[in-house]
């Protein structure tokens, strides 16, 4: 009788395959091979979050149509805004075409969110140089160039010194090639007040 070796304590354990990434993971990765800028990508895992918890953390494969309306219906009736839900319902559209490649069909209309109808805020030069008046120091100069210029926030703030030509005659240029907006820059109407 040939008896078989024992087993020896010091080998390496049997190689595991490794799991498969979570859902978040993989929407992540999704996002990033897309190119979808980062605060994107965080509201869409915020949205498919929410959306997961809402069904008791049921896994989204399982869900249907009629349960992202019933999610969509209830994000109105707490009261948010209608391009949250819009959002909330592009994280889940994104969700199931590309990560989990399942096709919806047609998503039943949830209720929707009111769109408040606002009149757009101009203000007149002497306003304008009233609220810049009272600013002074690195506000000023960034509320400025939001005028002025017609800059969204964090372009603003990611500008450089570089970027700003104060040396021109009678205005100020703001060289835009870090904005994408072209190569000969943005004249601030600033200037004229």
Sequence with gaps: MTRTPAPDPRAAPPARRPAPPRLLDQ???????????????????HWIRHFIVFHGKRHPATLTAAD?????????????????????????????????????????????AQTPTRLPVVLSRDEVRAVLGHLTGVPRLVASLLYGAGLRLTECLELRAKDIDFDRAHTTMIYTHVLARGVLGVRSPADRL
């Design 68 to 112: 992202v309306t019933a999610f969509l219906s209830a994000l109105a009736t707490r009261g948010v805004s209608a391009s949250t839900q819009n959002q909330a319902l592009s994280a889940l559209l994104f969700l199931y075409r590309h990560v989990l490649h399942h096709d919806l069909g047609q998503v039943p209309p949830p209720v929707r």
């Design 27 to 45: 929407v992540r990765q999704h996002c990033r091979l897309r190119h979808f800028s980062p605060r994107t990508e965080d509201a869409y895992l």
